[in-house]
């Protein structure tokens, strides 16, 4: 990667530090600048390092991260829950559209897999969704859809270093979204909203170091 671009995600990483230590400090005001704005530098050393690539589903995951932002920004306020849903919601359609480009072999016993891993899910949070039931459906298969289709690029795609980095930036990105969930409709964790930053910047960076890999 260009230096440019790792000094911005070198320096996102230490903003989504600040906006952890924001949320445990329960300082507001920072946490509400810093937790866009880290994403925003996760999106400009995206934009700036994969701008000129040749591998079109690049372009889709550039626009993904302008979704993310959006839906960081709307995530700030818990009224504004279904807004943040719907932005990461369009975010994942479009890393799956980036992760097609790359791939679109099919292994049916990973398809199998995510289906199980689906399933259980959402079963555990049926209890507690109400109204929510439709659409956090609708989101969870979506996101697995992604998580599924890296382990299609970590099967089948070449250099097996950028898959292995995309494979684990989606785990990543599914724990994220797993603990926000539970933290909504089920009992959190303990530091719940630390593995929820922790899980969702550091997976945002591995796939822009990923995506990179396929230039």
Known sequence: MAILSTIL??????SGIVTILAKEMERDSLHSVAKPLTTFLIFLAAFLELRSAAHPGTYFFILALAFCIAGDILLLSPKRFLGGLVAF???HVCI?????????????????MYVVVGG???????????????????????????????SEVLLYAW???????????????ILSDW?????????????????????????????????????
């Open 9 to 14: 995600l070198v320096t996102a990483a230490v």
């Open 159 to 173: 250099p097996r270093i950028a898959a292995a980095q995309l494979f684990v930036a989606s785990t990543l990105f």
């Open 89 to 91: 919601l369009v975010g």
């Open 120 to 150: 259980a899910l959402f079963a555990y949070l049926w209890p507690n969704l109400g109204a929510m039931r439709f659409p956090v459906l609708v989101y969870v298969v979506v996101i697995l859809l992604m998580g599924w289709r890296t």
């Open 179 to 215: 603990f926000l969930a539970i933290g909504k409709f089920r009992k959190p964790v303990w530091r719940n909203d630390v593995i929820v930053l922790a899980t969702y910047y550091s997976s945002l960076i591995l796939f822009t170091i990923g995506f990179a890999g396929f230039r």
């Open 96 to 112: 799956i559209t980036a992760l097609v480009w790359i791939t679109s072999a099919v292994n049916l016993v990973a398809v199998s």
